[in-house]
């Protein structure tokens, strides 16, 4: 098996009194799909953002392809290769939707005619290079949602964290997304996969970690998590009904 | 919300202004509006340097007219005191408020929003109490006399004609150089960081280092434009420099458009108008400015430049959609 390309050993986070993860584990391997579940509050967005760097943990570290970055800001792990999507859409408002995904590639100093190419590169591997020079705000959310992981490729990760990019959108477009992602992974991106779409995440993943109350539940190939009665109790029970 | 158009789009905004700035002092004759000519550009230069960290780094700054005092006394104290030649003043003095700048940016930039703003404010404050009591070094409230005459090399500028012809091509070089540096890679990420500073650190944009380096661009244009407005004048006291010209700039930008090109022309056409207009009432001239302040925020929030640019957008996606 592959090293692992971004790996949490032990994350502890506390808000106030809420203790929100606790001695959290996780590796993503590259070429590999790593879902993240759990119920709604059960810290897998303080996870990623304590990956991404938005948010200092209180204990554990974070390695990116074996580099200790926990102390590193967001920008320099960025340029390190990991990429993220947020839950919440984080566009740039007032930007076209081609200056969205060229900011992307700040951290490569390309000229203003490579970082342009790249962008519409990436823009047509999510067919909406015909929205280049539309502001981001006139979007539909189907559409705005696509320019997100746009941006994050122009980056060139070799990480890529994608916080719930199914949520909100249609089965057919979620499909279509679920073929983006194997797409990238088969390019040998570590994707690690936080997502409520259960079918989708089960479809797509190599390796399953069940995040409840801020602590890892069980781990595992998807067959096996899916069959984990503690998990159907705590979450995919929930998730079905 | 900031706009930087197309290259094409910013030659011509150039070229019209550089036509502008060529045939104005043409259009207004006499020294009196020559000396408001030159005050023109000094505003041009104010605003688009308030612009870059207003508009494009969306970080609403109040420390411009202190900065822009700065720059006045540091051109003024090195020409009155005959150290080095005049020259050097123009070159001094946007350095000097660029290193202070970067001293006042370092710790108020990590603060956000309004806090950033107070913190700016702060600065302004101290540098115009500065002004006026440091009185050995700048003359106190009475002013700094003993300006010299503007000499660059052959070149006598004495009268405000001449000096016009120094300030217009700085004016209009200082607005290429916010217009080349909103659309080149850092000013694409600084536009990006006003709307989501997590995703632009996820995108691996340097928020901070980059705020810093435009804070500092935005302090070395008030530099500069001090350094003109005391050659201007002959004379500087403190004045100009307090709380009322940080709310003018920052109201007189808002209301012509923050974070475009041509917010600043407008800004600074506004200031010539109301300077030629009122010149009898400058009594009236903060109750019209407030005015018309609060007629803008309310009609046109993103200033006049912005109404028209987000008309002019409205068509043609329309257009395309169709």
Sequence with gaps: ?241 | MSSVGEPRERLLVLALVALGLLIAPFLFEGDYEHGLLVGFCVNLLLLTGLNLINGYAGQVSLAQAGFYGLGAYVAGILGARAIGPVWLSFVAAPLAVAAVSVVVGLPSLRLRGLYFTMASLGAGVVLFLLFGRAVSLTGGPNGLLGVPILELGPLVLDTPTRIYWLAAPLALLGLAFAGWFAASRWGLAIRAAATSEPAAAAAGVPIFRLRLLTFTLSGAFAGLAGALEVYENGFVSPEPFGFFAAVTLLVVLTLAGVGTLLGPVVGAGLLFAFDELLADASDVRPLIIGLLFLITVQALPHGLVGTVADWRRGRREARERR
């Design chain 1, 1 to 241: 098996m592959s090293e692992p390309l971004l790996e949490l050993s032990g994350v502890g986070k506390r808000y106030g009194g809420v203790q929100v993860l606790r001695d959290v584990s996780l590796r993503a391997r590259a070429g590999t799909v790593t879902a993240l579940i759990g119920p709604n509050g059960a810290g897998k967005s303080t996870l990623a953002n304590v990956a991404s760097g938005i948010v200092q943990p209180d204990a554990g570290t974070v390695a990116l392809a074996g580099r200790d970055v926990t102390r590193l800001p967001t920008w320099r792990r960025a340029a390190l290769g990991l990429g993220r999507t947020f839950q919440n859409l984080e566009l740039f408002e007032g930007l076209t939707v081609l200056e969205n995904v060229m900011v992307g590639a700040h951290a490569h100093g390309l000229s203003r005619r490579a970082r342009r190419e790249a962008g519409l590169a990436a823009l047509e591997r999510f067919s909406i290079a015909h929205l280049a020079h539309r502001r981001v705000e006139s979007l539909s959310f189907g559409e705005a949602k696509l320019v997100e992981p746009a941006r994050m490729l122009v980056g060139e990760p070799r990480v890529a964290i994608l916080d719930e990019p199914a949520a909100g959108l249609p089965p057919a477009s979620a499909d279509e997304l679920a073929g983006r992602i194997a797409a990238l992974t088969a390019s040998g991106l570590a994707v690690l996969l936080i997502e409520h779409n259960v079918p989708l995440v089960m479809d797509l993943s190599d390796h399953v970690v069940v995040l409840v109350g801020g602590a890892v539940l069980t781990e595992g190939p998807p067959a096996r998590v899916r069959e984990d009665p503690r998990v159907i109790d705590a979450y995919l029970g929930v998730a079905d009904e």
